[in-house]
């Protein structure tokens, strides 16, 4: 006997809402860009008494527009023994809310050096225009310094802005704002080795890889997986020209697109360099120039001269040359065995190093 009832006995299906949560995220974004100021003839540009300033050229950074003012003998009666540094507002209109640094060059190792930070944020304005360090270094501590060879020296300064914070809407809430979204993804497929399907062995080491990526990031790659004598059942290769660790460090870039912290010492990126060119990794290259430039030294140049010759490094051996124009840098250098290797590898190169002595310094290539 059927139940009339059976249909008010059955349980409701419980209907179903979408829903959509929108999160409103706010971000503050920064820009950052450093200035180079050389000052040639400093005995020459001393001496005019305080309130006597020089401005750098103007530079940009964050779409405003600065300059370094430079006291060579104090900006006021109570700083005339001290160099006073400073950054200068030089944007018509606007507001620019800034952190900054200014350093000095040490000429001997190229390396930054006694850096003043400002103590707060700054707001730059028309009516406020120039801050900075009116007792910066004392002038006769810097005379006797690595920072002011042959009368010459170099102010450093680095400006950050800080924009304005801006909200916006997404669907889905952030658990944290990445710094680098693609350095952390590379980062983490390449350490969870998730869908590898090819090993690259270099000195006996295996290192898990993705076919796709390699063959993006490197032509050689490309050529070697998905080229014409590509082989299809192909899952190793084998790294016979790059050592293991110099491999590791340049597999790490191929996922990240950052040089890893322990290539530090000029030796490891002046091997993974060699590593870029034959696999023909432009960017890597260019990583790699600019940390060798950014690490020379007495005991260094020879080597990264010689390569850079040999690479067709222009910038790289153009910040060479300008460091060995030095006198104390070359005669400090002359006795190292990386001089030792540059006079065998480059020998047309002494020429030319001991030519520049007898001419004017070259100006290096330096970014704006």
Not at 91 to 105: C, H, M, N, Q, V
Not at 134 to 162: G, P, Y
Not at 181 to 198: K, V
Request: glycine share 6%; proline share 3%; with cysteine.
């Amino acid at each position: 006997m059927g139940n009339s009832n059976s249909s008010s006995l059955q349980q409701e299906t419980p209907k179903r809402y979408k829903t959509t949560e929108k999160v409103s995220v706010c971000r503050t974004e920064t820009t950052t860009g450093s200035h180079r100021f050389e000052i040639h003839n400093y005995s020459l540009t001393k001496g005019g008494g305080h309130e006597k300033y020089i401005l750098s050229k103007i530079f940009c950074v964050g779409g405003y527009d600065w300059a370094v003012r430079v006291y060579l003998d104090g900006a006021r009666k109570e700083d005339s023994e001290y160099l006073s540094l400073y950054l200068q507002f030089e944007s018509k209109s606007g507001e620019a809310k800034t952190d900054f640094s200014i350093s000095l060059l040490e000429l001997t190792t190229g390396k930054t050096v006694l850096k003043k930070k400002s103590a707060t944020t700054t707001t730059f304005n028309s009516t406020k225009s120039v801050s900075g360090f009116s007792q910066f270094l004392k002038r006769d501590i810097f005379e006797a310094s690595n920072c002011l060879k042959e009368d010459f020296f170099t102010i450093i300064c680095q400006v950050t802005v800080i924009k304005e914070p801006h909200t916006y809407i997404t669907k889905f809430p952030a658990a944290s704002a990445p710094i680098n979204t693609y350095y952390e993804i590379g980062h983490d497929l390449l350490l969870s080795e998730t869908g590898a399907d090819i090993t690259c062995e270099a000195e006996g080491e295996c290192f898990p890889a993705h076919k796709c990526i390699l063959a993006l990031r490197s032509p050689v790659f490309n050529a070697q997986l998905f080229g014409a004598m590509k082989d299809e059942k192909q899952d190793k290769i084998k790294i016979s020209d790059v050592r293991a660790p110099i491999f590791k460090a340049m597999l790490f870039f191929i996922y990240t697109g950052l040089l890893p912290d322990h290539v530090e010492g000029a030796e490891a990126a002046q091997h993974l360099l060699v590593a870029a060119d034959r696999y023909g990794m432009q960017t890597l290259r260019r990583a790699c120039e600019e940390r060798l430039s950014q690490q020379l030294d007495v005991v260094n140049v020879g080597t990264t001269l010689a390569l850079a010759e040999q690479h067709n490094l222009t910038r790289l051996k153009s910040d060479c040359l300008y460091y060995l124009s030095f006198s104390e840098v070359f005669f400090s250098a002359l006795g190292t065995e990386g001089f030792a290797h540059l006079a065998k590898a480059c020998p047309d190169i002494l020429k030319e190093i001991s030519n520049m002595h007898d001419r004017k310094k070259p100006k290096p290539l330096l970014k704006e």
